[in-house]
């Protein structure tokens, strides 16, 4: 089993609409989440930071079950610059450990 | 602009011909990291630096070695290129006790013929 698994899609989309992400987390001892953005061939970038229960930035909420071992993003009002790959990352600091997950594709349409 | 610098962008090796690649950061961060990615998959870290305390992955073959002669430079050296070792190579810093906040470099494609 993976230790941080996502859906891979495509999610597509229309313009305006809701869409949500899953990932889903093996280590117990992970303490923080990341949601990443990864254009086509190009670096990943921080999206979004989740330490306790969640976070909210704009059009995108994230939330942290740790009961489930899962974490969601939350994006509302989808825009075409939307269209990405979006990497889970969970951190275990005892192990200075950063997993990513293969990332979920969305492509937002008109 | 503060950032993380990879050279070259792309970079084209012969099967077993070794190559070097290179990472510069004028974030002064201490935690360096270097990835692999391939197509459609996540990135896969094979070493990284906590100052100057070498973290070698498991699971990273011994092909691959890396070089941080001072807090702002890492070498990542692939010593004899196989044709699985094609990827996008990508340097990231953190500030230390903010792992997780990665700041990635632009990455260098590496093609092997």
């Known amino acids: 089993r993976k230790e941080v698994e996502q859906d891979p899609g495509p999610f597509n989309v229309p313009e305006g609409a809701t869409v949500a992400f899953n990932c889903t987390y093996s280590n117990s001892a992970s303490q923080s989440f990341f949601w990443y953005r990864q254009d086509c061939r190009k670096e990943p970038k921080l999206l979004m930071s989740v330490y306790s229960s969640g976070n909210e930035d704009g059009r995108f909420t994230a939330q942290l079950n740790r009961a489930s071992q899962y974490i969601s993003l939350l994006i509302r009002d989808s825009k075409l610059s939307d269209s990405a790959t979006y990497l889970c990352v969970a951190y275990t600091g005892t192990a200075s450990k950063l997993t990513f997950g293969t990332g979920t594709r969305l492509q937002v349409t008109l | 602009d503060a950032m993380v610098i990879q050279n070259p962008r792309y970079q084209v090796t012969q099967f077993g011909k070794p190559v070097t690649l290179s990472c510069s950061q004028t974030?002064?961060?201490?935690?360096m990291y270097w990835y692999q990615q391939k197509s459609s998959q996540a990135p896969k870290l094979l070493f990284h630096?906590?100052?100057?305390?070498?973290?070698n992955e498991a699971d990273t073959p011994d092909n691959f070695q890396s070089r941080r002669p001072n807090t702002s430079f890492c070498f990542l050296d692939i010593r004899s290129p196989g044709l699985g070792d094609a990827a996008m190579y990508l340097c990231?810093?953190?500030?230390?006790?903010?792992?997780?906040?990665?700041?990635f470099g632009s990455g260098t494609q590496l093609s092997v013929l």
């Open positions: 630096y906590y100052d100057k305390d070498f973290n």
């Open positions: 974030l002064n961060h201490n935690v």
């Open positions: 990231a810093t953190s500030r230390g006790g903010q792992g997780g906040n990665l700041f």
